[in-house]
RNA sequence: GGCGCCGUACCCAAGUGGUAAGGGAGAGGUCUGCAAAACCUUUAUGCGGCGGUUCGAAUCCGCCCGGCGCCUCCA
């Protein structure tokens, strides 16, 4: 099965083809830098790492570019809020440009703990303030947008197709936008493209209407059309971005370039905590930073894995807890068969068809990417192999390999779920540690054939008290680290 | 109020026309000095309810009930 995207503007399922040969352009919303990622950033850009590893799996040379948001994006979304990060700024005593450094930071730290991949290119919105006027310029001149005391809006009368993604009417618009006097729009839900600074703002810059600073949708027209060119493959993001976010970067670029934005419109769910949506209102924001001190980040990715990007994802304790049991049962398998490929036995071949699980395997990533269904085989591998494992016999070293191969392949490669060495997944390293851990399993040993069992159970509950847990096996004792 | 999504076993969760994946929990068993791990067996004649289309529906259509999201900041 070739690979289907759910597209969201279509609200169907496609066939992915490639807008160019060379090159897949994707492009995903990124965070904006005031705050501490929460686990709904992990379930956006673990879904969208996913995307990212598959399409690169399959063949394609991707170029993905998530953008870094560090001006513009306003409290309220009627264009009459403040920058987020100025209040910040503002509340800390700091400089904006501290908070950005701050907080892009801890962003990245925190996603590679979750074994994200860098983004190829991650443009912070600041550095293409030039890009973002030029295209407001050519709006303006198109008759798209309109310039009211030092500020410019886009005018969504103008563009027959507002409302396309997300599937509003217009008449829809004027009945759910706010009402305000105030406002100098011309209609209601038309979007700010560049806000007139007033003096005591911070991030401002100058533009043909004056100081100013831009709007939030902008800055993502600006820099995928940079990068990616005007008409370029996946454009992805939370579906509560959908409206009128991605609306309106549909409407600003189709109109800038008069050609097709993003081919294919990707949206992930959101996550709830413990039945509730998670809000800053609400109150119960779960930091990554919080999360990771209960769960391994690996934990948490798996947890997000385990359900489809398109479905809400609920959090609690408990689901985690769940997840974190059937996590290590798949990657204690992947230990134990390491394991039994360093005693390097000989024997027959494992009776089992690595390709049979990977054209499995695959046929499910191509059906929009269905990690759960993929996760769910892996499973199944994982109870194949276990049973061979146990059944006394011994197999062919090279036979083991390929099948440690499959796990790593769709395990690690696309999912990133099993780390490539036991060390990944552990807080202590180091090879003294392996080696001391070694000799006292063989003290213990000693113990056990003289039927010293007082001694040997001390030696394996003083371990365990220090994060060493050991196995006996037929073939031996087997330790893994769970601290 | 408008737009949209969802409701699958005790819990989580795949499956969108061909007769219910997977994980967790529970029960019984095998192995083991004990433990842990692992393996085996078992747990939905049924997919919110009621109608309809079809040879056939969890999957398509209609209505009803329940939950959620967007329309305000959010990934």
């Given at each position: 099965?070739s690979?289907q995207?759910?597209n969201t503007?279509t609200?169907k399922?496609?066939?992915f083809?490639?807008v160019?040969e060379?090159e897949?352009g994707m492009?995903?919303c990124?965070?904006?830098v ?6 709904g950033?992990a379930k ?8 990212y590893?598959?399409?690169r799996?399959?063949?394609y040379p991707?170029?993905?570019i998530?953008?870094i948001?560090d ?6 979304d009627?264009?009459?809020?403040e920058d ?12 904006p440009?501290?908070?950005?450094e ?19 290119i991650?443009?912070?919105a600041?550095?293409h303030?030039?890009?973002?006027i030029?295209?407001i310029?050519?709006?303006?001149e198109k008759g798209y947008?309109?310039e009211?005391n030092?500020?410019?809006y886009?005018?969504?009368e103008?563009?027959?197709?507002y409302g396309?993604l ?5 008449d829809?618009?004027i009945a ?5 006097s ?8 038309d ?9 005591e703002h911070?991030m401002k810059?100058?533009s043909?209407?004056?100081?100013g ?6 800055e ?6 940079k990068?990616l ?12 971005n959908?409206f009128?976010?991605?609306e309106c ?6 109109a800038a370039t ?9 949206h ?11 809000g800053?209102?609400?109150g119960?924001?779960?930091t990554?930073?919080?999360?990771f001190?209960q769960?391994?980040?690996?934990i948490i990715?798996f947890?997000?894995?385990?359900s489809h990007y398109r ?6 304790n408990?689901?985690?807890a769940a997840?974190?049991?059937g ?7 992947v230990?134990?068969?390491r ?13 089992i068809d ?6 499995k ?6 059906d929009?990417?269905n990690s759960?269904q993929?996760i769910?085989h892996?499973?199944?591998l ?6 061979y494992?146990?059944?006394?016999k011994?197999?062919?070293t090279?036979?083991?390999q390929k ?6 392949e ?5 999912l990133g ?8 997944t552990?807080?202590i ?5 392996a ?5 006292l399993i063989?003290v213990?040993?000693e113990a056990?054939k ?7 159970d001390?030696?394996?509950?003083r371990l365990?008290e220090?994060?060493v847990l050991?196995?006996?096996t037929?073939e031996g004792t ?6």
């Open positions: 099965m690979l995207i759910y503007l609200r399922k496609e066939e083809k490639p160019n060379g897949v492009y995903v990124g965070p904006t005031y705050g501490d990622s929460h686990i950033h956006s850009y673990v879904s969208f790492d996913v995307i590893r598959h399409l799996y399959l063949g991707v170029l993905y998530q953008n948001t001006v513009g994006h306003l409290t309220d009627a264009d009459e809020g987020k990060i100025e209040v910040e700024a503002r509340k800390r005593k700091l400089q440009m501290a908070i950005v701050r907080y892009t930071r801890s962003y990245f730290e925190d996603m590679d703990r979750l074994n994200i991949l860098r983004p190829d991650s443009p912070r600041t550095g303030i030039i890009e973002q030029e295209i310029k050519s709006l303006i947008a309109y009211i030092g500020s410019v886009f005018s969504i103008k563009f027959r197709d396309k997300s599937g509003r009417s217009l829809e618009m759910g936008v706010r009402v305000d105030k406002s100098e729009k011309r209609h209601p839900a979007f700010a493209l560049w806000k007139k600074a007033e003096p911070i810059w100058q043909p209407w004056g100081e600073y831009p709007g939030w949708h902008i993502c027209s600006a820099m995928s059309m990068y060119g005007e008409h370029f493959d996946i454009h992805g993001g939370g579906i509560e959908q009128p976010h991605h970067e549909i409407a600003q670029s189709e008069e050609k097709p934005f993003a081919k294919y419109w990707m992930n769910n959101m996550v709830t905590v413990s039945g509730q949506k998670m800053k209102s609400l119960n924001f779960v990554l930073k919080d999360a001190e769960f391994h980040p690996l990715r947890f997000i894995l385990q479905s809400p994802l609920d959090f609690s408990e689901a985690l997840a974190k049991k996590y290590d049962r798949l990657v204690n398998t230990l134990v068969l394991q039994r490929i360093d005693l390097n036995q000989n024997g027959d071949a494992v009776p690595p390709e049979t699980y990977k054209s395997m695959i046929d499910a990533m191509n929009d990417f759960p993929t769910a892996l499973f199944d994982s109870r194949e192999v276990n049973q494992l146990n059944d006394g011994q197999y062919s090279s036979s083991l099948i440690e191969e499959l796990f790593l769709f395990g690690n490669t696309v779920i099993i780390p490539d060495s036991i060390e990944m552990s807080t390293n180091g090879a003294i540690d080696d001391l851990i070694q000799l063989d213990r040993q056990r003289q039927k010293q069992f007082a001694l040997s001390m030696i394996r509950d365990k220090l994060g050991l196995e006996d037929r087997n330790w893994k680290r769970t601290k």
